[in-house]
Structure formats: C-alpha cells, structure tokens
C-alpha cells in the first residue's frame, strides 16, 4: 500500500505557471497585482514573494487571482515573484518590478525658522541663497524614515519625514559645511470644495460626472480625485463577481468618465481636489446606471389568437417593473414576472404579434428587441387536424348528398344535372311558406337536412373567448366579440365573464341576450348581469333537473328567507296564486332584488320542453310566445330579454329566432328562417342547436299562418313569475 501510493503520488505534475502577472494599481504605500490562472488544472493558492534591493521583505499566500502588497516605502523599487500550488508542488516563479508612487515635490523650503525660495547658507551670498531649488518630499504611511537625497552644485541633504496631515510633511538635516541643524515646515492650505457637481451623462455601463474647479486663486494646479461605491439595487445585494463595488480616480480636468458600472444601481460618488499632497474637502452625488434591457425567451399565441403567453429573462442588475407591448397594445406594468410566463388576454385574433418588454428602473426605460410572436406547435397541430377532419366530413357529406339526389332523380325519371349545386333559400313569401315546407320535408326532410347540415354548419364554430368560462363539462362558449361583459370585482380576476350573448333581433343588433343556465357557482354573477343590463324580463325553457340529471341551479328563493349574492338581495315580496293553463298548473311569486335601486323583473318559464328535443305541438309553443310578446310589447325601457336554457343555445336559439321570424312575417310579410339561424350563430354557435329544433321552428310558423290571433294552447305548460323591485324567478 506504501509502495503505490508513492508511485501514484510520483505521477503527478507540477502545476504550471500563472500568467499576465501585471501591477494593477500603485500608491505611495502599495501596489497591487493581477493575474491569471494557469492552464490546466485549477491550482489550490498561490505564493507572493517581494524584495527590496534583494532581501527578501515579505511573502504571503492568497486563493485570489489579485493581491495587494501593503506597508511598503514610498518611490521604491520592488521585485514581485509568483507561482502556484498544487498537491504539494510548485509552479515556476513568474517576477515582476514595480515601483511605489512619491507623493508629491516640495517647492518651496526654508532654513532654520526662516522661509524663502532657496537654500540660505552662512558661507554663501545673497545671490547664491535666491538660487530656487525643488526638494522631493516623501509623505507615506510610516512614522519615520530617512534618505539622501541628490541636490544641485554637488550638495547633499539628510532629509526626516514626519507626518502632519493636511499640513503636508515636516523635513529636518544638516548641511555638510556644518551648519546648525535646521528644519523644512512647508504649509499647505486645503482646496475648497469643486462646484457644481452633477451628472453629464449615464448608460447601463457608465456614469459622467462633471464640476467647476473650486474658487482659489490658483486652480490650474490642482488634481482631483474621485472616489464611488456601490449602493445595490432592488434585487441584488452585492454586484456580480469580480466587479469591484467601491473604487478611486483621478483626473487633471474637471470630468471624469467611470466605468465598468452595474446595469441598474445607485453609486455614491465624491469629487475633491488636492494641491501640494493637501486634501480639499469632499463633495457628493447619488446617481444610477440605466437599466439592462430583458430578453424575451418565448412568445407563444394561444387561444385562437386571442392570447399571448410571453416569458423574458431577468436583466443583470436592478429593475423595478416591466411593461408590456404587445400588438401594439400597452398593458400593465408587471412588477415581478421576469423568469416565469406571462398571459397577455383581451387580444383580437390575429396570425402573429411583435411583441417587447421594457425594463424600468429610477423612471429610466430600457426596450427589449422586439420579438414576433409564432403560434403554438401543439395548438397548430390540433387545429390542423380538426380543419382536415372537417374537409373530410364535408366531402362525405358531398359525396352522401350526391348519391341521394341522384336517387332521387332517378325516380323521378328525371335527367341528372351535369353539376351537384346546393342553393339555400332567401326570404320566403307568406303565401309561399307552406310549398316550401312541404317541398323540403319529402324524402323524410331531405330538404331540411340539406339546409341545416351544410349551409348552417360552415357558420357554426365557436372562438375561444378571453377569459376563461367557469368550468362545466359538455357547456358550449360564446363568442368574444358578442360576449356580455360584467364589470370587474376588485381583486378578483375573470370576474367580468359570464357565458351569455348579445342577439341580433329585428330592429337592434343587440335585441336579446341568450345565457347558459345558472350554475352553483354562477348564480350570483347571473343576478348581476340581470342588474347590469336592467332587464326586465327573464324567460326560463329547462327545469331544474330533467331525466334525473341536473340541467339548471335553482337561482331564486324558495319561500320567504331572502338570498343574498354580494350586494343584491333576492326576497319573496308577496303574492302567489294558481289557475288552469292547458291541463298544467301555473303559479305566481313577487320577489325583490334589492341594492340601492329597485328593478321590477318578470320570469316566464316554459316547462315540457325537452333537452336536445322539441314539444310534440307547436300550439303550446305559439301560446307562450303570444304571452310573452304582448308582454315584451307594453314594457317600456329597460334593457334586452335574458333567454336561457341548459346550454343557452338550443332551445333558446329555437324561441328567439322564433319571435324574431314571426314579427318580421307581421311587419314585411316575409320570413327566412335560414338566414336568420346562420345569423344568430354568427354572434353565438349552435344556436337551434339540432335538425329537430331546425324543422319545429318551420313547423312553428307554418302553424301560425294557420291559426288565428286568439287560439290557446292545448297542451304544454307555462307559468309566469311576476318579480317587482328587482326581482328573481321561481319554478313550480
């Protein structure tokens, strides 16, 4: 076990060199290095050596790339050497000379207390003492030191520095003649503070500054320092590694550019001059570096077109929000988003977006580039599939039509045309309805079935709208641009939907609003689209619970015990009673709907009508609907008739295309039951919903033709609920 470990520890090389070993800065008492790591393997630290004329002076050990050697003498001399370490062995040494910085020079000297601006000597004349001569002073961190110093005409000096801080250095000797000892005091005044400091200029890397030299008679000799540190940011306490949050300038004019700032970050920076090694006294400025623009990393349109979901990348630095643009559509400020998806609603359908997200940071703006939205892959293969699967179904269905026609015609004895065309009929005259009734239900609706399957089903796919619909299996959505809008709650999100449409009618675009029935978590946003829309008349085509299934909440009170959603109020205001209609029982309730107004409100429920079918009479039909109309007739004001079934599309598409047809048969003496279904579903899909509920309407009207003003129903049941003062429904 010795014996491998040795020879395992014998096959390990000796780490190589650093390199670029420079000094990065300098002072009259230090100086710092830099370099970089080898190449290969990452070593475990590195060695410092420095010598002053060739004894060694110091040496220390560091894990860092950079080192600052402290202490040293000012206007010296030094050999660096560095190499690294790795498991126990060393690199070859990398040297480097460097040299500390003198502070400054003395320019004006004296001779025991005396000042002037020469050496005045005893053995010397007047002449040779105005002589002026330039003394190198040495101010440094240490207390005391001593050097010999070169001065003109073959004169030596023994000079002593002491520190006197602002005051400059003190310096003491003897001439070699054998003068009396003497001392140099030089006295500096302090620069007054720079004027008018602010900043010139800033991106997300750099901040200028600028200022006016102080106001003393002689400002062309001053240098000036600056010096900054960082204040962080929103987000991150400390800067990115290797940046270095707290530094020092200097410049001989009065700007000054730093850089290699952090996007997005306050600095506090102070200017000051300094003449003859004497500080002036500090003047400060807060100020921060732009923000970094984001990077937007996906942008993906769902929903039809409808939506967009965008996702960006947090910027280096500080940021304090986010705006989004999409389409050209300006949304919110997004406080906190970056790194996760977004979903940008309310959109018009459209194939792509550009889209950009700006960064905003101390009201300064840093744009994104902008980005173009592309459809999700997923949702494209899905709509693809569902297009492809709709030719097909349209091809069959051309090639069933094709073949039944042709059968027909054959037996007819008739010639096949040369070219299968389908023509979907307009207007129809009064007097022309019933042929056009008896010509399409030969060949058990053939005709019918032609109209409905092919001419009403390309017209008859739903949009996916904004928001998304309170979830219920197998309920049908509208469609966004003829949506209902609530008003929004505050704090609550989607609270503006409901799953109700405006119908176009025979004199408005908006005559009706068909509605899904109210579910158990939708009959307090039902009350308020009743008090939005200040309807008036609510009509009611489903029960409750039909074949054992539920198809519709009980949404008004059952007895006198009020029901409260949010701030309105459903009570049992009074009345009630029963008659005989057509062999059913009908009853009457008043119920009050209470905010800080009142609305009177009136619910006609049509009870045998059944789900996905059609009454096996159109005289009960017929007769709700007289009801229903002379009641529509006197009330004035108020806003459109809510209609709702189960899903809210087939029943109720059946009665309002209904009222609408049998009204225009009154006022032009025509009808197009064709045209106004395939405009219905133009606002909400599937309104009369199956072929079934196609045909009874054309029924429905061929009996009206029929019939005179006055005739009862016979069968079916209706009752009405009369509801004053914001009032809701009941059911029998």
């Avoid at 020079?105 to 040779?128: A, C």
């Amino acid at each position: 076990m010795i014996n491998s470990s040795a020879s395992a520890r014998n096959h390990v090389s000796a780490p190589n060199p650093v390199r670029n070993l420079t000094a990065q800065a300098q002072n009259s008492s230090s100086i710092t290095l830099s370099w970089k790591a080898p190449e290969g393997p990452e070593p475990e630290y590195y060695w410092v050596q420095w010598t002053d004329d060739g004894n060694t002076t110091g040496s220390q050990s560091t894990a860092n790339t950079s080192f600052t050697a402290e202490g040293l003498e000012a206007g010296t001399l030094y050999e660096f050497s560095v190499n690294a370490v790795k498991d126990g062995l060393n690199s070859s040494w990398v040297a480097l000379n460097a040299s500390t910085a003198i502070s400054c020079l003395l320019n004006s000297v004296g001779y025991g207390d005396g000042w002037g601006s020469g050496l005045q000597t005893p053995d010397r004349g007047p002449e040779r003492s105005r002589t002026p001569h330039l003394w190198p002073r040495f101010c440094g961190p240490h207390s005391l030191a001593s050097r010999l110093l070169p001065m003109p005409r073959d004169f030596h000096f023994a000079l002593r520095r002491k520190r006197l801080g602002h005051h400059g250095c003190a310096a003491e000797g003897r001439g070699p003649w054998g003068s009396s000892p003497f001392s140099l005091y030089p006295h500096f005044s302090a620069p007054s503070e720079v004027i008018a400091l602010q900043k010139q200029n800033q991106t997300n890397s750099f901040i200028t500054l600028k200022w006016e030299a102080p106001a003393d008679p002689r400002p062309q000799s001053y240098v000036y320092w600056v010096h900054w540190a960082s204040r962080g940011h929103l987000q991150r306490k400390q800067g990115p590694q290797g940046h270095q949050d707290n530094q020092t300038g200097r410049t001989n004019g009065t700007r000054y550019t730093v850089e290699a700032l952090v996007p997005g970050t306050w600095y506090s920076f102070n200017v000051w001059a300094e003449s003859n090694c004497v500080h002036g006294y500090k003047q400060s400025l807060n100020a921060s570096t732009a923000p970094d623009p984001a990077n937007i990393t996906s942008c993906v349109i769902t929903s039809g077109g409808h939506e967009v979901i965008l996702a960006w990348s947090c910027p280096q630095g500080g940021y304090e929000a986010f705006e989004l643009e999409v389409g050209g559509q300006l949304g919110p400020q997004n406080n906190s988003s970056c790194g996760e998806a977004v979903k940008v609603s309310l959109l018009r359908p459209a194939q792509s977006y550009s889209a950009t997200v700006t960064t905003i940071w101390d009201e300064m703006r840093a744009p994104s580039a902008s980005v173009v939205c592309h459809v999700e892959s997923g949702r494209a293969g899905v709509i693809a599939g569902a297009v492809l699967s709709v030719l097909l179904l349209l091809v069959l269905v051309g090639l069933l039509l094709f073949f039944l026609k042709r059968r027909h015609r054959q037996r007819e004895k008739k010639p096949a045309p040369k070219d299968l065309e389908i023509r979907f009929p307009g207007d129809i005259p009064a007097e022309d309805f019933a042929e056009h009734v008896w010509r399409n239900e030969r060949d058990s609706n053939y005709g019918f079935a032609e109209e409905y399957q092919v001419g009403l089903t390309l017209v008859s796919g739903s949009r996916v709208p904004s928001l998304p619909p309170a979830p219920s299996p197998g309920l049908l959505l509208p469609d966004d641009w003829s949506r209902v809008p609530l008003r929004a709650l505050p704090g609550q999100p989607g609270s503006e939907y409901i799953n109700a449409s405006f119908i176009p009618g025979l004199w408005s675009s908006r005559e009706f609003i068909a509605a899904q029935g109210p579910l158990p978590q939708t009959v307090g946003d039902f009350w308020r689209l009743v008090w939005e829309q200040q309807s008036h008349t609510l009509v009611m085509l489903t029960n409750c619970v039909e074949s054992g299934r539920v198809k519709c909440e009980h949404y008004w009170p059952l007895d006198a015990q009020p029901c409260t959603h949010g701030p309105l109020q459903v009570t049992l205001g009074g009345g009630g009673g029963a008659e005989d209609w057509g062999g059913r029982g009908k009853r009457e309730g008043v119920w009050k709907l209470r905010q800080a107004d009142s609305l009177p409100v009136r619910q006609f429920h049509y009870m045998t009508w059944p789900d996905h079918g059609v009454p096996h009479s159109p005289d009960p039909l017929l007769a709700f609907w007289r009801m229903l109309r002379q009641w529509l007739d006197q009330t004035v004001g108020g806003g459109p008739p809510i209609v709702h079934c189960s899903a809210g599309v087939g029943r109720t598409g059946t009665l309002i295309a209904l009222d609408v047809l049998l009204r225009q048969l009154e006022c032009e003496g025509l009808v197009g039951p064709f045209g106004y279904v395939k405009k219905m579903r133009e606002s909400r899909p599937l309104m009369v919903q199956t072929e079934a509920q196609y045909v009874f309407l054309h029924q429905c009207i061929l009996r009206f033709l029929q019939q005179s003003a006055t005739v009862r129903a016979q069968e079916g049941a209706t009752y009405e609920n009369v509801l004053m003062e914001n009032v809701a429904a009941t059911e029998a």
